[in-house]
């Protein structure tokens, strides 16, 4: 099956190999999601996981651009309305945790704020050396979405969880290979071929044996699910306030 991206969908689905591959393309604004998008995405994973053609899903973005993180005009009118993260980012954020094929993602170039968080979700990241993974939110007056505040300090320890978190400071592809959140760096041509290849190659297991263990090796989706819920009331409470609308309009206005 194949879903080209048009215009109004800016994510789109190839199913071949037994692996999905979710695209997303909105390189004219560094592929920052939309609410639109995040509903393909979450459509994408729960179809996939019905499909016994997908065996895996594999997250790519373009070329120097993973994503953005979500798109901050999106910020400005959900705190204005008082709306939160939007019903399609949490809906989205829990289908990553409770999607049932492996999660293998392709970095290339910049992963900012969600564009990182999913990530940690992920069972297999491969990065291109110029990739850097940031998560200014404590900058832009808001707190770590997606259980980033649960997955980080277990990913990276707790000093780097608050240096990416709390700090806003950058890691780079080849940092985050040597804390464990990146499987491999690669160059950025090769690094779609070897994020397909590693796909494929889970796609070719025995697949009940492969999803027992990725249950496994997953553990407790609750405490994930709740830290989320958790990690949203903070969100929206702080989406609304001065500090964070002034820090959009700062970067919705800038020359
Ligand atoms: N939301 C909405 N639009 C975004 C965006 C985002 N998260 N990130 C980039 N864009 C848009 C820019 O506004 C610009 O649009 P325009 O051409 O209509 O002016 C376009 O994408 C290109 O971005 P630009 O900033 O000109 O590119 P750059 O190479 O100088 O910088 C980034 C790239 C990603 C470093 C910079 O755009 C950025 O910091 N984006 C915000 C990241 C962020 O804070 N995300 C939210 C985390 S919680």
Redesign the pocket.
Known sequence: MNTPATPAQEVSVNIADHVSVIRFERE???N?FTGQMYDCMSEALQSGDQDEEVRCHLFLGSDGVFS??????DFIDHGLQQGGLGKEVLQFLRTLVTTEKPLVAGVDG?A??IGATMLMHCDLVYASDRSFFQ???VD?G?VPEAASSLLAPRLLGHQKAFSLLALGERLTAEEAERCGMVNKVTNSEDLENIAQAAAQNLGRKPMSALQTTRKLIRGDRASILERIDQEAEHFSTHLATKEAQNAFAR??NKP
């Open positions: 004219h604004k560094k920052a953005a993180g979500n798109d901050i005009q910049l900012i704020g998560t200014p939110f832009l808001l970067f919705m």
